[in-house]
């Protein structure tokens, strides 16, 4: 099964319709507001003079967002459409960024620069199916005392939606819409895999990287999916027999030799 190409084309597909949701708000972007959520901004800090590489950069709101504090950025991403929706942004905003189109593994295996911090976050992991290969690239990209900060949804709350926690030998194939509100129209096959916190984790360990934070989180600054509840100042929360279920988590690892 190509899954690289089923999930460019569905990805190229949601692109079209995220540049123009409420969900993306590419508007407000433009006139000058953060994509950035406070967790990422807490956890990565001061990026000025950094040099930063943000996989899976979708059409690079995040990736620029860095730039405009003083990031010398590059945001890889599989789908073409998102990537000339990047560059376009860029443009048109006169920021300084380098985008590539490609799939993470490649990109990986051909990249020789070093970075003093690679950014990934909200819904990368499904996409991947070895994170041993994806830890060794960051591993890789990073400069020696680099940054890896990963903030991700959490994979409990894919348990409670009836799919698997743990990995599984073959992906999930399914026809799915995406997540913005305007959504109509946009069900293409998509193939992910499931990855546990465990496996996670271990990759990273294995890789070589020394992991210096993780956290869990009962909020998630997205409305994108379903049984959310918006709780004032906080963002989102679901609730499970009255209890919160852990919608996020984030890692921060050093790479130390
Ligand atoms: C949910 S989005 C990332 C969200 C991002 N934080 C945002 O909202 O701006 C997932 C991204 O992963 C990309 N992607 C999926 N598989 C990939 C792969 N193998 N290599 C590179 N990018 C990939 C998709 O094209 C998509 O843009």
């Known amino acids: 099964m190509d899954y690289l190409n089923i999930n460019k084309n569905a990805w190229n597909k949601r692109t079209k319709v995220h540049i ?7 508007k407000s972007f433009k006139n000058g507001e953060s994509s950035l959520n406070n967790i990422e901004l807490e956890q990565v800090g001061n990026v000025a003079g950094k040099k930063l590489l943000h996989l899976q950069c979708h059409f690079g709101q995040d990736t620029l967002s860095w730039a405009r504090q003083g990031a010398k950025v590059t945001g890889v991403d599989l789908s073409t459409e998102a990537i000339e929706q990047a560059n376009s942004l860029k443009l048109s905003l006169g920021l300084d960024a380098d985008f590539i189109a490609n799939d993470i593994y490649e990109f990986g295996n051909e990249n020789v620069e ?15 199916p070895d994170l041993s290969h994806w830890a060794r690239i960051i591993a890789n990209s990073l400069a020696i005392d680099g940054e890896f900060h990963l903030v991700e949804f959490h994979t409990f709350n894919d348990l409670l ?10 992906p999930d194939v399914e026809d799915e819409g995406t ?18 916190l465990s496996e996670v984790i271990n990759a990273l360990i294995k890789a070589g ?17 379903e049984g959310l509840e918006y ?14 279920v ?7 690892a050093r790479k130390i030799a």
């Open 179 to 196: 997540y913005t509100e305007n959504c109509d129209g946009t069900k293409s096959k998509v193939v992910t895999w499931a990855h546990s």
């Open 20 to 26: 123009n949701s409420k969900f993306y708000d590419v």
């Open 114 to 128: 070093k970075f003093d911090i690679v950014f990934t976050s909200y819904g990368v992991l499904c996409w991947l």
């Open 161 to 170: 939606s009836g799919y698997s926690y743990f990995t599984q030998s073959e």
């Open 231 to 244: 709780v004032s100042k906080k963002g989102y929360q679901m609730l499970h027999k009255g209890q919160n």
């Open 246 to 252: 852990p919608l996020l988590y984030s890692i921060k």
């Open 209 to 225: 990287l020394s992991i210096e934070h993780f956290n869990e989180y009962p909020y998630s600054p997205y409305n994108c999916f």
